[in-house]
């Protein structure tokens, strides 16, 4: 696929803008780490880089590869640092998470995501549960919690299928909407209070289990093609990630 460059900034020729792109995974390695792919000028270039433990590489994903995650001792990290997510729960900010998801059934209330596991810690979370549900969480260590374990319908995941999820939180409106597969279906959760919060987070960004990496709440599944966006993303841009169902590269 072609791209041209504009500005210092680059776009797919799908009208794909990577402004504010902070971080772009897309689970294609073989081995090592999963690289932050963003080209953005506001990146968080290889720091943010994951760092695998146990997962699997080279499995089937919505584009080319994907890492699977077997629900009992796999997970990935970002890197040690506590602040370079902070745009996901500190005060005034939009932003947009974007992935493609395959699972198996979970067990329990199981981490997908985030930065967070107590409310007692600055950060968010995305997490799969029980009845094919997914839950939010949004943590204000010293406020309380904007969003306290929202729990979506049954069956909002599927089972054994890619499904692309798009979640935007807006400080500023106090909501947060999670879009699947683009417009098939939406969940609109409201803050409970505003988050106040400017501290670090909690850890680390995790995938794979919950991310103080203590207890169980180990996801089963796969994730692919992950963007973190501190921006809210436009529908059109949304349509075009999930392109048909087909998915869309950010880069070619």
Known sequence: MSEV???????ATSGIDDTALKAYYKFDEASGDIINQSESSEDLG??????????????????????????TNDYSRAGTSLSQFDFCHVTGHEWTLNFWLWQNT??????????????????????ASTNNRMFLRLDDGS???PIDDA????????DGTWEMFTITWSDPNEEAIVYRDYDSATWTIDYALPSRTTGNAGNPMTSGMNPSLTGTNWFAGKIDEVSFWDRILTSNEIEALYNSGSAQAIYG
């Open 143 to 145: 406020a309380g919690q």
């Open 106 to 127: 979970q067990t329990g209330g199981e981490g997908v995501m985030g930065t967070s596991w107590s409310a007692s810690t600055n950060g968010f979370l995305v997490g």
């Open 46 to 71: 290889s720091s943010a880089d994951q760092q695998v433990t146990g997962a699997t590489y080279g499995e089937t994903g919505i584009l080319d590869d994907a890492l699977l995650y077997d629900g």
């Open 5 to 11: 460059v504009t500005n210092s900034y680059r776009f």
């Open 151 to 158: 729990y979506s319908v049954n069956s909002f995941i599927g």
